[in-house]
């Protein structure tokens, strides 16, 4: 990433500007010919020189792509033939199971067997501990069955909908967008006249801003078919994505599966802005399940039916979305692909410092800069490489109907650019969309720095006079002159200042009473206010915590290459980080002696106690084809109990990805391993601390470099 | 409990024996009266005798149950304004919220708050240590949304019902036999009849027995009444619990939320299986919501329409259920109440030895006692008083449809016993639906101990004849003789010994082949068997971790008693153990200096760094009145920081329920505090290691007992 490229991505924009303005030439100069005002031969002078600028701008786009370099530079095959390699491991290790696989499996329903279930649950408890606990942030846990009225009030019952056409044929339902996505893809990929590529690119850009009407016009003109039959297909039209069902015995509660955990939060705003002594900024995080019936579910657990969201929402005063943590995260250095990137000429993110994109205002403010942050070291700790992922801001029509600005964390896997994270300010549209259909306040009071004073108009009944005069109806007057407008007031007022009495009846309507100047002090007064009711807005983290968990599985599995391997010697890794680590610790005895395996079921038992997940394994193959065995399912420490180990109790300690062993004392392993896990030591500090052992592995193994796709499993 | 009960019970059981003998004498005598072979004065005589016998009874089953004693003796007044005391504090500090309380609720649904929330999430994740670490179970995350099939399979469609009636003016739903017990027991409530009285009874006792037509006669025998309106019914019918939705767009593949977890892991077997290496016996486990869509839901979170629950499900070979393991709770003592126990005369469960359970054939293997253990030390830890928890075997007619023994692990409470855990055998029961339903192998291979010798009859086609002979049609002549039965093939054995030939079709039906003897040898011979293909039985431990979670609220929940405080001076704790405790350690400034404040803000960055959720209370208020307010949230360890710390980096560290205090280095309390949490050592071991330090709030308040009625909150 050492190429500078703000200055190549200038001379792109250069050449565009330039072959811009020739191609404005050009057609001037047609409009001129048709009018005799200019020679053919000016014309073709004008259009080779365009042809020309053009060939200039494809030379200097290629390099600046360069010059970026990154994941996309694998070929579509080798993206699939890994990803093929990848999911037959998944699921016959059973990370992965196809929902109720013996009948028949359901679209879109994945379960965890027990590794993925494992890392799954690491993941989980991870970001509790980055999250909530280190932001002390407020944990609730809401029901998924949610009734209408809620939904409703959301947006989601009218608007939390795909387009959708059917197989006149079968029958068989697809995603309009995506078919008509396909389509064009497949035109783009043969030989087009420049006018019709562009218009289908166009169409391409836009496909998401695309209603109804114009889908289904576009998918005529294309003339999309249904896949794999070639049916016709019906009109587009939309589809709510809500699982709906009824509530009660009684069958006239309608109800949902809730589509995301946010609005969970929401409608407990109150109680835990109340919780947290009605004080702002405070966020309340919740992780669970969320459904969408997705129309026609692909891509694996990347889109799936039911699935895990962990939601982030952060309250917040909207005038003041400084952040007291954020030096924390200011130098921390990421890809940031900002709208202005995205629409320019030039379509690549920047290798930024967060401090930085604050100063230049490509972050709006330090709140959403501080979780940007946040969001990025949780991610690398989970284990995605930071070189394949990027914070991308949405484009205007790509936001959410409730979001006003949005940051994807994308990952890149062998699908592209997945979103895993979004950060997305959602402003005050759901706490002011439930005050509205709830009729309850969603508010906090902030207070200001210093109390403002304001001028306005008081009217203050003088209740003895009142009472006095009006006797059972002084309370009717009272209220009515409490209740008038400001321009009725300083009407009795000036009829009081005047008459020295008024009929109330000429000022508020009600029954005719006759008001005398002493029953009423009117005056204008300047009050000291030291504060206002606002809606907070709010800053949304959410995370599809299955999303995460599938592109850190991309990015951990790669062929070691041993140096004279054979193609069929060829092993597998799963480089997980501790952390996430389903098996933490594997045992080894050196031989099937009963000596060994006493010392080692007792080590076992100690790791197990100290928390730590541990495999025993206790076949007589060589130790190198256990730890071959190990690595294959990203166990990142194993432990061999040998010989020595009877005399000193020592044994040797053993390193996944370095491959390289200490020497360490039973006792010390638990802890030692332990603190590995809980990240507070490192194998550098291990190294350092316990004597090394000569490696039993000949030592001819490297670590491949992170999901490059040039490395293929068997 | 240091009654001899059995003692106690066997008077009891005598007397009710010579009762009931006299009964029967009673009514022969009627009958010989009415024959004329006996006189009046003889029946009166009799009659006379048995109600003495009856008085003498009732005597000796009150001595038992006061014997007996236990928590029953509480009145119902106190238990409900305990209940209510409590269930303020949990709503107003948000361990529990309504779910969608700004739209009016939806009874039978809950939120959990911040710390209700951090509660569950302590007792799920100690779950997954005590029984998925520690017993190495293959943990799986299964979808919720369930296609129709695997439900019809596991009866659910069929038979997860219970009876409904409606208020015939409102329509509003009720459970049948909820209101039919509520009009018995109030019938109960007031003098009968003796034999009203035991006619009553005897319907209370057989109510989960009650078919829809005998529900119904009885619900019109007594005169049930819809409740609050006091309007007609109409007859009881059943209604599915389960909530049911539609998968996929097309609106044709129907579904319905799980209403238990285990299901997904039957499903899941033959992946499970093989994951295991093709060996049994392995216990599969998941954690995660169920929904069932309660009729009308009272009791709070003990009876709500979605839950989280924890599920085991062992598999094992039927023959084989010993446990290695078992000797480890071997000597832990509880309360069992078994089916004998249960309808004998005296209806008191009995504390017992597991060991000693399983050798009197109380329990019926090893694996349902050691379960049994391992739920019984789980419940302590979490927070469960063992003297108001025991474990009771359902009666015939209790058990699910699936179960074929069951002991449930019930918890005293305000409610009465609630049942929090299930130990239930439910044999092979699912494993074979799920079988037949989706014809797939669901059986596991049992090697035996040593071979078996079995004979078999051996019919093995010789190709080379029958190709030479019948050509294109040999494939059908050695189908056919393959397919034989053993009757058959004996036939044609005799036929081909006799005659040297035979035609097929005498034996096979099908063409008409003629076949020699040198086509086929047909021998009974004795094959070698080293195993059998078996269904695998179940044990399955099923956890309401919401009903967990609530006794123990109940069981943690008392005033603390200071000798000389006034009625309103009065503290409520939760003595929650540091392990679930949703916060474990408060840390405060002595005074409000800046000082102070920056000692206590570092040394809460290092307890969070541990991993231990923390809070800092900088209020100006005396310690004692702060150590108050942290028992009241149930906060396990408190800090302070004052002028010594100053000068000695060392800081007092307070014990909630002993209000005993240390003084502890400022480096050692994040590793010293979690290891209490984690249960790797105990205060007395603390109060050992560190000097002592004189309590600040004057040694006057000592703790509640467990769970004490007489208790309240104000």
Chains 1, 2 share one sequence.
Not at 123 to 143: D, G, T
Not at 284 to 296: P, V, W
Not at 322 to 330: E, I, L, R, S, T
Not at 531 to 556: A, D, N
């Amino acid at each position: 990433m050492g190429v500078d490229l703000d200055q190549v991505e200038k001379e792109v924009l250069d050449a565009q500007e330039v072959a811009d303005d020739q191609g404005n030439n050009v057609r001037a100069l047609k409009a001129a010919v048709k009018a005799g005002e200019a020679t053919k031969a000016q014309l073709n002078e004008a259009i080779a020189l365009l042809k020309k600028l053009k060939a200039d701008l494809d030379v200097k786009r290629k390099a600046f792509d360069e010059a970026v370099g990154g994941g996309s530079k694998a070929s579509s095959v080798n993206k699939e033939a890994f990803r093929q390699a990848l999911q037959n491991v998944l699921l016959s290790r059973c990370f992965l199971i196809n929902s109720f696989a013996i009948y028949g499996g359901v679209a879109g329903l994945f379960d965890y067997g027990p590794p993925g279930c494992a890392i799954k649950a690491n993941i989980q408890s991870y970001w509790k501990r980055h999250f909530v606990l280190e932001e002390n942030m407020l944990e609730v846990e809401a029901s998924a069955v949610t009734p209408e009225p809620v939904l409703k009030a959301s947006g989601h019952v009218e608007r939390f909908t795909d387009f959708m056409v059917k197989d006149k044929v079968t029958g068989e339902c697809h995603r309009a967008d995506h078919l008509l996505e396909d389509k064009l893809k497949a035109l783009l990929a043969n030989p087009l006249e420049g006018g019709k590529r562009r218009e289908i690119e166009d169409v391409l850009a836009r496909l998401d801003e695309l209603g109804a009407e114009e889908l289904g016009t576009q998918i005529a003109k294309y003339e999309c078919k249904a896949p794999e039959t070639g049916n016709e297909i019906s009109d587009p039209y939309p589809f709510n994505l809500m699982f709906a069902t009824s509530i009660g015995p009684r069958g006239d509660t309608k109800g949902y599966l809730r589509p995301e955990t946010a609005q969970g939060i929401f409608v407990n705003f109150p109680r835990l802005l109340n919780y947290n002594g009605m004080k702002l900024p405070f966020a309340a995080a919740q992780l669970g399940q969320s459904f969408r019936n997705e129309i026609s579910p692909k891509q694996g657990i990347l889109r799936v039916r039911e699935f895990t969201q962990a939601e982030i929402e952060h309250f917040v005063d909207p005038d003041h979305k400084d952040h007291p943590k954020f030096a924390k995260v200011a130098d921390l250095e990421m890809l940031l692909f900002s709208r202005e990137k995205q629409v320019g000429a030039v379509k690549k993110p920047v290798l930024m410092r967060l401090g930085d994109a604050l100063a230049q205002g490509i972050l709006e403010n330090e709140t959403i800069a501080y979780f940007i942050g946040r969001v990025f070291t949780f991610m690398t700790a989970v284990g995605i490489d930071p070189n394949r992922m990027r914070f991308r801001q949405h484009l205007q029509h790509e936001m959410a109907h409730y979001a006003c600005d949005c940051w994807d964390c994308e990952v890149e896997c062998s699908y592209g650019w997945m979103e895993c994270v979004g950060i997305a300010d959602r402003s005050a549209f759901d706490l002011k969309c439930h005050a509205e259909a709830s009729k309850k306040e969603m508010t906090a009071w902030i207070a200001y720095d210093k109390p403002k004073f304001v001028e306005e108009l008081v009217v203050e009944p003088i209740s003895k006079f009142i009472g006095k005069t009006f006797k059972k109806d002084a309370k009717t007057v009272t209220s009515a002159l409490k209740t008038m407008t400001e321009e009725n007031a300083l009407g009795l007022k000036a009829a009081l200042d005047a008459e020295g009495e008024a009929s109330l009846k000429a000022f508020c309507g009600g029954g005719d009473f006759k008001i005398t100047k002493e029953m009423v002090r009117i005056e204008r007064e300047t009050k000291k206010v030291s504060g206002k009711f606002i809606t907070p807005g709010v800053i949304e983290p959410s995370f599809g915590i299955g999303r995460v968990l599938y592109c850190m599985l991309e990015h951990c599995y790669y062929v070691r290459q041993e140096e004279d391997a054979k193609e069929e010697d060829k092993k597998t890794v799963f480089r997980f980080t501790p952390l996430v680590a389903p098996t933490k610790v594997t045992v080894f005895p050196l031989l099937q002696r009963e000596e060994f395996n006493a010392v080692c079921r007792k080590l076992c038992d100690s790791l197990i106690d100290s928390g730590l997940s541990t495999l025993m394994d206790v076949t007589g193959t060589t130790i190198g084809k256990r730890y071959a065995r190990t690595d294959e399912i990203g166990v990142p420490f194993a432990v061999t109990v040998d010989h020595d180990t009877l005399q000193d109790n020592t044994a040797t300690l053993r390193e996944r990805d370095t491959t390289s062993q200490v020497r360490v004392g039973l006792e010390d392993l638990p802890g030692v391993v332990r603190d590995l896990v809980n990240m507070r030591t490192t194998w550098e500090e291990v190294q350092r601390r316990f004597p090394s052992q000569g490696g039993a592995e000949g030592g001819k193994e490297k670590g491949g470099a992170a999901g490059d796709y040039s490395l293929r499993c068997p």
